[in-house]
């Protein structure tokens, strides 16, 4: 599976953006796509994550502010990102979680990463 992240940028304060993740490769073993967040010194963490059957979830800081949503045609999971602040400034990274099986029959997974992306809301 590979991603591709885009759509970062430089925001003010209580703007938006849009983030894309466009999948490709073994698309049908993805189960779930999230969206992460990493500043320097600190541990990645999930934003907001949707499943095949398009259950989400959203870290309670982003709740009511940022939407996570798919278009399977095109391959890609979107970020919403409204009323932006300081605080969600961060390198952004798409991440895919497969399920796939073995030739044996025994499942594997594994989680892919794509490129950062990096978002900066200015005061």
């Known amino acids: 599976v590979q991603l591709q992240a885009s759509g970062g940028g430089l925001v003010h304060v209580g703007g938006s953006l849009r983030l894309s993740c466009v999948a490709s490769?073994?698309?049908?073993?993805?189960?779930?796509v999230g969206w992460y967040r990493q500043v320097p010194g600190k541990e990645r963490e999930l934003v907001a994550s949707?499943?095949?059957?398009?259950?989400?979830n959203y870290a309670d800081s982003v709740k009511g502010r940022f939407t996570i949503s798919r278009d399977n045609a095109k391959n890609t999971v979107y970020l919403q990102m409204d009323s932006l602040k300081p605080e969600n400034t961060a390198v952004y990274y798409c991440?895919?979680?497969?399920?796939?099986?073995?030739?044996?029959?025994?499942?594997?997974?594994?989680?892919?990463w794509g490129k950062g992306t990096l978002v900066t809301v200015s005061s």
């Open positions: 490769g073994s698309i049908r073993s993805i189960r779930t």
């Open positions: 949707i499943g095949n059957g398009g259950n989400t």
């Open positions: 991440g895919a979680d497969t399920l796939s099986y073995t030739d044996s029959g025994e499942p594997e997974v594994a989680r892919y």
